[in-house]
């Protein structure tokens, strides 16, 4: 049976885990809505065709695939957090049915 201590470590291993895919979402988020933002109003500016409206369109698509893989992402960190606290929680409740709770390593 598992210690107190090491349910609390996988515990926050997971929900570190979790944070670094937050991290990570909001980051691709931040590309996504930032930079080809921008690089696609600097684009329409200075390029005018059938070319370049089929590349903004392009870019557009591709700008709204980021952003939903950033939202699956934060869905996956969001589930990860949740299967952790119901793991901690009933690992938690077993200790305690079975008297133990200490910090033994």
């Known amino acids: 049976m598992k210690t ?12 570190g885990q979790a ?3 937050e991290n990570i979402a909001s980051e691709m988020r931040g590309l996504a809505s930032d ?42 960190a969001a589930a990860i957090r949740e299967e952790a606290e119901k793991i901690r929680s009933l690992e938690l409740s077993r200790l305690t049915e079975h ?4 910090h033994s390593f």
Request: proline fraction near 0%.
């Open 4 to 15: 107190r201590w090491e349910i609390e470590l996988e515990y926050n291993r997971a929900t």
């Open 19 to 21: 944070k670094e895919l």
């Open 35 to 76: 930079s080809l933002g921008t690089i696609t109003a600097n684009l329409a500016q200075g390029w005018k065709g059938e070319n370049a409206s089929l590349y903004i369109q392009k870019v557009g698509e591709r700008q709204e695939q980021m952003k939903q893989t950033a939202s699956g992402i934060r869905e996956i």
């Open 99 to 102: 008297g133990g709770g200490g």
